[in-house]
């Protein structure tokens, strides 16, 4: 018998990171006798939760203790000697704040409720040999920390952005890194950009230790069937609407064209929708050849029929910053949809040969340029794209292929 304790942050709550794992766990389930999911989501609706494999339980962390566990869970934070390591490291810190240690201290507030979740789970099913923690955060210490009483266990993690990046840390600053960079047993990257990001920045063990291992899309579809309008030029954005994917460059770089009908769709919303809204409304509401159709958000099963269903000329993304290799990029993909997107994070390891890659500090007309540019490619050149995205697609970005590489992986450190 052989347990894994996998530790998210939304699953099986049905959003955020649910939308990559759900494409995992079965892999997982059918390699481990019984899988344990410790969930740090809160839910607020039951018809949330997503149906699981059998073989899988789920324990959520708790948000609210006692006065007495409060005390006890401040006393180990305090008193944690990796404390003083980090606060040291804290001090050469250029940009050092009281805002960035009040970081440092919940962190690890945080990594010691979620050590103290793993010790119950762990208490009630001794086969468990491997944590895995879906993000490189705060629970993979929590992990680490537990694993300094338990050195039987495995620890290992996936890394995709946010969890790696400084830049996107509002505190530029990534604590605990260089010590949990000594202690965990393999570190799986979403592109080999983020990797070597990695490396250069907190890397301090044997390279053996760091994985490029992308996520892995599930697609039975072939590329889509459906006819091509071609009195509509249509192209497609998928994402959240945050300043970060700025949205607000394909506006802009729609409202420099004018000789090409386009009807533009964005799947996704957030809080800056209004505001993209009324920019969209600014700029495009009185052009007659641009229309355009925001579809909120949209599960990953709703995305991926819409594709099925509706023929999209092209996708495009304007994000200035990724770690992996976008899934939504991928999803379109899946069904050989071409791709524009910004030379930024594990992007060109997609798209470099098969797509079109735009500086990600280009100008809005720029961006204009590059949609009239595959406009005007011919229509045999447009449909060979297309097959080479979808081969690229089955050889690169399948579940069917990478979530196995993933499990053996995870299978030869279990024997070892």
Not at 23 to 31: D, G, H, K, V
Not at 225 to 230: C, L
Not at 273 to 284: G, H, P, R, V, W
Not at 296 to 301: P, Q, R, T, V
Request: proline residues 3%; contains cysteine.
């Amino acid at each position: 018998m052989e347990s894994l304790l996998l530790i998210t942050h939304e699953y099986p709550i049905n959003k955020g990171d649910s939308s990559f794992i759900k494409n995992e766990i079965p892999y997982l389930a059918s390699n481990f006798d019984k899988i344990h999911i410790l969930c740090k989501g809160i839910i607020k609706d039951k018809n949330e939760i997503l149906a699981i494999p059998d073989n899988c339980s789920v324990n959520f962390i708790k948000r609210k203790y006692n006065i007495i566990s409060i005390i006890i869970f401040i006393i180990q934070t305090i008193f944690n000697s990796i404390l003083y390591l980090e606060i040291n490291q804290f001090l050469k810190d250029k940009k050092k704040s009281f805002k960035t240690l009040s970081f440092i201290l919940s962190y690890l507030f945080k990594a010691i409720v979620t050590k103290k979740h793993i010790m119950d789970i762990v208490k009630k099913d001794k086969n468990i040999s491997i944590i895995y923690t879906y993000w490189y955060y705060n629970e993979s210490l929590g992990a680490l920390l537990y694993k300094k009483l338990n050195n039987k266990i495995k620890c290992i993690t996936r890394a995709h952005g946010y969890d790696v990046h400084l830049f996107e840390n509002k505190y530029n600053y990534q604590p605990y890194k260089i010590w949990m960079d000594k202690n965990i047993d393999k570190i799986f990257f979403a592109s080999q950009y983020l990797c070597d990001y990695y490396k250069k920045i907190f890397a301090k063990s044997g390279l053996n230790k760091y994985i490029t291992m992308p996520l892995g899309i599930i697609n039975n579809s072939d590329i889509c069937k459906i006819k091509k309008n071609n009195d509509v030029f249509i192209l497609l954005s998928c994402s959240y609407i945050v300043p970060r994917k700025r949205i607000n460059l394909i506006i802009e770089a729609l409202s420099y064209i004018n000789d090409i009908n386009i009807h533009w769709i964005h799947i996704g919303n957030d809080p800056d929708t209004d505001n993209i809204l009324s920019i969209a409304d600014e700029l495009l509401k009185t052009k007659n050849n641009i229309s355009y159709d925001f579809k909120g958000l949209m599960s990953s099963e709703q995305i991926m029929q819409f594709y099925n269903e509706n023929y999209i000329d092209f996708f495009i993304s304007t994000t200035e910053a990724e770690g992996g290799r976008p899934v939504s990029i991928n999803e379109a993909m899946s069904f050989g949809i071409p791709i524009i997107a910004t030379n930024t994070g594990g992007i060109p390891e997609l798209i470099e040969n098969i797509g079109i890659l735009i500086d990600v500090n280009c100008k809005a007309i720029e961006i204009s340029e590059s949609i009239i540019n595959f406009y005007n490619l011919f229509d045999d050149t447009k449909l060979s794209i297309r097959h080479k995205t979808r081969l690229f697609w089955e050889n690169n970005c399948n579940a069917e292929s990478n979530y196995p590489k993933f499990i053996n992986e995870i299978k030869l450190l279990s024997n070892n």
